[in-house]
């Protein structure tokens, strides 16, 4: 069963340029959920997406948006970057919503110059 | 906003040794997972404890769940260098995760 997979692994941006970063969820799992991880702040939750729509939403700017396919897929996205979003970021899925065990991804790590 | 504070914040030991590794809030959860983080890797799940004072054995690993589930504890027993990693805890929701401990154990 193939796990969680991130693309890109790692990309370099410059301040101002936008991000894509793409996740497909493990087979049959409907609930995607994004994290930005950084030395200083942990892991913090940016969005979660179930059945196309999202449901919950982590304090980041409206910067980073996200959005998920009818295959379960997400995307997010980063507008206008700054050097502060250099980080891991890592998708995570799950069979629904509410308390199960996440499957994460071994995450994009984006370095903004 | 469920804040998860975890501590020590970093550990190093050696390899044998024993340790604990907490987890705290002051909002009631009710349930909590562990998961570890090693290098280059996202987190796995350990363990989801649900009941308050409630305790699971992993081989090594021991998880307790607070009576008042608020707080709960990861010990440690003889670590290993394999048991190296980031241990996160999280809230129910999953949206918040504790702060994170970072273990290295020497052999």
């Known amino acids: 069963k193939a796990g969680v997979t991130q693309t890109p692994r790692y990309l370099i941006k410059t301040r101002g340029q936008q991000v894509t970063l793409s996740c497909s969820p493990i087979?049959?799992?409907?609930?995607v959920s994004w994290y930005q991880q950084t030395p200083g702040q942990g892991l913090q939750f940016l969005f979660e997406?179930?059945?196309?729509?999202?449901?919950n939403k982590g304090n980041f700017p409206g910067r980073f948006s996200g959005r998920q396919f009818s295959n379960s897929r997400s995307e997010m996205n980063v507008s206008t970057l700054e050097l502060g979003d250099s980080a891991l970021y890592l998708c995570?899925?799950?069979?629904?919503?509410?308390?199960?065990?996440?499957?994460f991804g071994e995450g994009s790590r984006l370095t903004v110059l | 906003t469920q804040l998860l504070e975890q501590s020590p914040q970093f550990l190093s030991i050696q390899e044998g040794e024993n340790l604990t590794v907490y987890c705290n809030s002051s909002?009631?959860?009710?349930?909590l997972q562990w998961y570890r983080q090693e290098p280059g890797e996202g987190p796995v799940l350990l363990v989801t404890?649900?009941?308050?004072?409630e305790v699971k054995k992993l081989k090594r690993l021991t998880f307790q769940f607070g009576d008042a589930r608020k707080d709960s504890s990861l010990h440690i027993t003889a670590a290993q260098p394999g048991d190296t990693g980031l241990y996160l805890c999280?809230?129910?929701?999953?949206?918040?995760f504790g702060t994170g401990t970072s273990l290295t154990v020497i052999p």
């Open positions: 995570a899925s799950s069979l629904s919503r509410g308390p199960g065990e996440l499957f």
């Open positions: 087979s049959g799992h409907r609930s």
């Open positions: 997406y179930f059945s196309e729509t999202q449901r």
């Open positions: 909002s009631v959860f009710s349930s």
């Open positions: 404890v649900v009941t308050g004072g």
């Open positions: 999280a809230g129910e929701t999953q949206f918040y």
